[in-house]
Every structure is written in structure tokens, then in C-alpha cells.
């Protein structure tokens, strides 16, 4: 189990009231807009986390391949600790977090995506949502969003 | 058929290739041409494809139905006369095809769910369609002549995201199931009104997580689910004789919860006509259960038949048993593919191996009958 520290401030004005993946970013297309929906810091963060998590993991995937036996695949946890209880950034984290990992890891890799326990007001809705493979592939076919995705994972 | 404990397996009969994207779910068409007949799956590539069984005894992939669809198709389910698939997709539409000789044609294209469907399912007679969507509804459509289809009634109840819809094998009883964790059964009153006569949800022995879907045994007194919680749920309607009003849709109840099979979601279950349950899980494995016909419990219960680890590469998104012939099986799955199985008995491979063993080794003629 990996935990991350993932600090961000709040910016732009985000749906707050559902916790859906956010679909009203038609109006951050634009590469600049999209500093004022996830700030800079947070991009960085992002990409810290992700690569922080990919340097780790061949450590962890040794110990489970020793217990798991004759079987390839591996199961991970990924934990993440966003430190404002801000419904729609956890769950916009989590799914970047969720296509990164995606992208980087062998198909074989089952990878359980958690919001650190106690630390926001609705992390089981939001981890719900994130370890829904058939919520995550829908949202990941609205164009806006995949590109806000691209937007924070990009180096 | 005779089923003796520990002897069987799943054996692969062919790997059909030819999505481009993780595969969700399949169909066996219920008539169908030839012995075993035709498959039609759905996949996240926005495209049909429908197999059948060539001359030549391998499954080939006979048609692609593409440019419809703008977005993951993620249901498909035939009507009783085999002639029409109805194609349920994220793109908010269910497309309905009629086939005509070795062709598909869109027929019909129904519209009114506000985001991604999720299911599609016909009635027994084929007069109705049931769809369900992330917008937490049940959609029940009439078919009418000349593939007209009208939308009679909406049912709201489920409170999340609906993940499936399957009606009852020859009631006219509609059963959905959600990531609001619940199972809820529907009825009419008559006059196209539908409202929902029983919920299964957490607190009467319900499923703790999203459940993914359920299937009918084919008497249509006993139902499985499945679910993110990792286990199966039987339900049956036979034990309350004062309760049930013959329609099948009061009482259902909790019959046994099959736990500590599964340590990943299990996306798909279906219930073969021999009385075997299939599941297809997020650890890439395919399960057998059957009903214990162990004496000393007075419970009925269920136990594991058959295991059959690394069916696929990666997840199996949904396993359905052939109408026609109870021991074939497809699998569909997140790697793109889709494999056909039989259920065949280990021993009669074991014996075939060692007679090859004992000809080889004696210069027997291996035709020679003992």
C-alpha cells in the first residue's frame, strides 16, 4: 500500500454538489483556462505522485508476486491523501491517478484506487466511483474531460 | 446430464479475435441457424460483431454492425424469434437491427435516457423491451408493427446508476440492479402501470456493493446475482406458498449467499438450462456452481463445480450459456476477446490419454477395440 501526500489549494469554481466525474468542463478547453480548474501546484503534484508511485512499485511487486503463486497478475493498492475534503478534486485526482496507471502498467496489474481513510467527507462514494470500471471507461469518453486528464498527467 | 463431483473442466474450443477494444457482453441467438447457432457481442470499439460456426466447424465472425453506435456498446440481447438484436449503448440509444438473410440493418433507434445505457433485455413474447441507464431508470418500450417502438412507462426507484435488466423467463415481471446495491422487481397493474413490487436491498440480506447482474433459472423460481461485494446471492419465490400470488413477482427471498469464491467483483452470472451457474469475474476466472444435492442439509445450497483460472488475459466482463446446447459456454472479456468452452468430463480426456499412452507404447493399434 502506497500513501500520497496530494496538497492543493482550491481553484476555479467546480460542482461541488454531486459526486460524479465532473462533466461541466466545456469551459476549461483551453490549455490556460485550465490552470484556474487545477492550478499548477496541483498538476505538479500529480506527476510527482504518479512517478513517485511508478519508482516504487517494481519494490512492491516482487513481495506480491513471492505470495501469489503462479499467477502473473498483481493486485495493488494505491492510497491518496487529498488534504482539503473537496468532493470533486478527489475524485478528478483519482481518476487521473486511475489513466496513468493505466497507461503504465502492464494489463495484467489490478490496481484498487483509495482515498485515505478519514480524511474526506465522502471517500467511499468517491472510491466507489473510481474502482467502477464501467464509470471510469464512461467518463473517460467525454472528450473534455479526457483532455482535462491529459492536461494534469502531462509533464 | 450426469455430473460427477471433481471430474470436470471447461475446455477452450476457440479464441475469436477480431474486437478492437474490451469486449462487454454477449448474446447466443435463441434460434439461430445449425446445430449450435449464432453469437453476437458488444464491444468498447462502438461495434457488433456476430459469429457463427462455419462449414468448417470454427467460429468465424460473419458480421460487423458499425457507424451506428457513437459511443461503447455495452448490452445486446435478441428478441424471442431470433430476428431482431436490440444494441444498447453509452451513447444513450438502443439500436434495434433486424437481420435479413446474412444482414443487419438499423431498423429502429431509441432515444429518451438522459446519459450511458447499460442493459437491454426483451420480455418472453418479444412485445417488450426493458432498458436501464446511469440516469436511475428503467425504460419499458412496446414493440409495435413495422419495428415501431413506444416508450409506455419510466420507472424511477433506484436511487444510483442501473446496471441491468432482465425480465423473468415467461412472467411478464421486470427485475433491475444497480450501483445503489439493491434489486428491485417490477410488475403492471394493468394500463402500463409499472411500479416496483419488492426491493432486495442490504438490510434483507442484500448485496453490500454495486450489483452487477442476475440471471433466471429456467423454471423461473429461483434468481442469481452478483456483485461488487464478491459473492453470489440465490433468491427464490417457492418457500412462501401463502405469499406468492402465482404472478412470481411477491416474496422473493434470500436462499443462500455463495461467499468466499470470489475475491474480485464479479461482473456476470448466468444460469444454464442443466441448472449450472456461471460467473465471470475481475480476476480473470470463469466459476461453475450447482446445487448440493448433499442429504444432510435441510437448506438447499450450492457449491462450487468447476474453477477455471486465467480464462482470459484480463477481466471477464460476461459468460452465457448456449440456449441449445447446455455445455457450451462464450466468455467475453476486457482483452479484446471472446472464447467458446465446452464442459467436458476430465476423465473421458484422462482414459483417452492413456489408451494413446498404452498404444504408443505396446504398438497396439489404438483403433482396436477393448
Known amino acids: ?155 | 446430464m450426469e455430473l460427477l463431483d471433481g471430474e470436470l473442466e471447461l475446455r477452450e474450443i476457440q479464441k475469436l479475435e477480431g474486437h478492437t477494444d474490451r469486449v462487454w457482453s454477449l448474446a447466443w441467438n435463441p434460434t439461430g441457424t445449425g446445430v449450435a447457432g449464432m453469437l453476437a457481442s458488444c464491444s468498447g470499439d462502438k461495434t457488433v460483431r456476430i459469429w457463427q460456426k462455419g462449414p468448417s466447424g470454427s467460429w468465424d465472425c460473419s458480421a460487423v454492425l458499425e457507424d451506428t453506435h457513437t459511443r461503447t456498446v455495452r448490452s445486446c440481447a435478441w428478441s424471442p424469434s431470433g430476428k431482431l438484436l436490440a444494441t444498447a449503448s453509452f451513447d444513450g440509444t438502443t439500436a434495434i437491427w433486424e437481420r435479413v438473410g446474412g444482414e443487419f440493418e438499423c431498423v429502429a433507434t431509441l432515444e429518451g435516457h438522459e446519459n450511458e445505457v447499460k442493459s437491454v433485455s426483451w420480455n418472453a413474447s418479444g412485445s417488450l423491451l426493458a432498458t436501464c441507464a446511469r440516469d436511475k431508470t428503467v425504460w419499458i418500450w412496446e414493440a409495435q408493427p413495422g419495428n415501431e417502438f413506444e416508450c409506455v412507462s419510466v420507472l424511477q426507484g433506484h436511487t444510483q446508476d442501473v446496471k441491468m435488466v432482465q425480465w423473468h423467463p415467461f412472467l411478464d415481471v421486470l427485475v433491475s440492479v444497480g450501483y445503489d446495491n439493491s434489486v428491485k422487481v417490477w410488475t403492471e397493474d394493468g394500463d402500463d402501470d409499472w411500479h416496483c413490487v419488492q426491493t432486495l436491498g442490504e438490510a434483507g440480506s442484500g448485496h453490500t456493493s454495486t450489483v452487477w447482474a442476475l440471471s433466471f433459472n429456467s423454471a423461473g423460481d429461483r434468481m442469481v446475482t452478483c456483485s461488487d461485494d464478491l459473492t453470489l446471492k440465490i433468491w427464490d419465490t417457492s418457500q412462501n406458498p401463502s405469499e406468492t400470488s402465482g404472478d412470481g413477482s411477491g416474496s422473493w427471498s434470500h436462499l443462500c449467499t455463495l461467499s468466499g469464491y470470489h475475491d474480485r467483483t464479479i461482473f456476470s452470472v448466468h444460469w444454464s438450462r442443466d441448472g449450472l451457474i456461471a460467473s465471470g469475474a475481475a480476476d480473470d476466472a470463469i466459476r461453475l456452481f450447482t446445487e448440493s444435492k448433499d442429504r444432510m442439509v435441510d437448506q438447499p445450497s450450492y457449491k462450487m463445480l468447476v474453477k477455471r483460472e486465467k480464462a482470459h488475459d484480463m477481466d471477464v466482463n460476461s459468460v452465457q450459456w448456449n440456449l441449445k446446447e447446455p455445455k457450451l459456454l462464450a466468455s467475453a472479456s476486457d482483452d479484446g476477446t471472446i472464447k467458446i468452452w465446452e464442459l467436458s468430463e476430465v476423465s473421458k480426456l484422462v482414459e483417452h490419454m492413456l489408451l494413446q499412452e498404452f498404444a504408443a507404447g505396446t504398438g497396439v493399434d489404438r483403433h482396436q477395440t477393448f
Open chain 1, 1 to 155: 500500500m502506497i500513501l500520497f501526500d496530494c496538497g492543493f489549494d482550491n481553484g476555479g469554481d467546480i460542482d461541488d454538489d454531486n459526486d460524479e466525474f465532473p462533466s461541466k468542463v466545456g469551459k476549461y478547453k483551453a490549455k490556460t483556462e485550465l490552470h484556474h480548474f487545477c492550478s499548477l501546484p496541483i498538476l505538479i503534484r500529480i506527476q510527482e505522485m504518479v512517478v513517485g508511485l511508478l519508482n516504487a512499485n517494481p519494490i512492491v511487486y516482487k513481495k506480491k508476486e513471492r505470495r501469489a503463486r503462479n499467477v502473473p497478475t498483481v493486485i495493488d493498492e494505491v492510497t491518496f491523501t487529498p488534504t482539503i475534503e473537496h468532493c470533486s478534486m478527489a475524485t478528478l485526482i483519482g481518476l487521473c491517478l486511475r489513466v496513468k496507471l493505466m497507461r503504465s502498467l502492464p494489463s495484467r496489474y489490478k490496481v484498487d484506487i483509495r482515498v485515505a481513510p478519514g480524511r474526506h467527507a465522502t471517500e467511499a462514494e468517491v472510491n466507489k466511483q473510481l474502482n467502477d470500471k464501467e464509470r471510469v471507461a464512461a467518463a473517460l469518453e467525454n472528450p473534455n474531460l479526457l483532455e482535462l486528464v491529459d492536461s494534469c498527467l502531462e509533464p
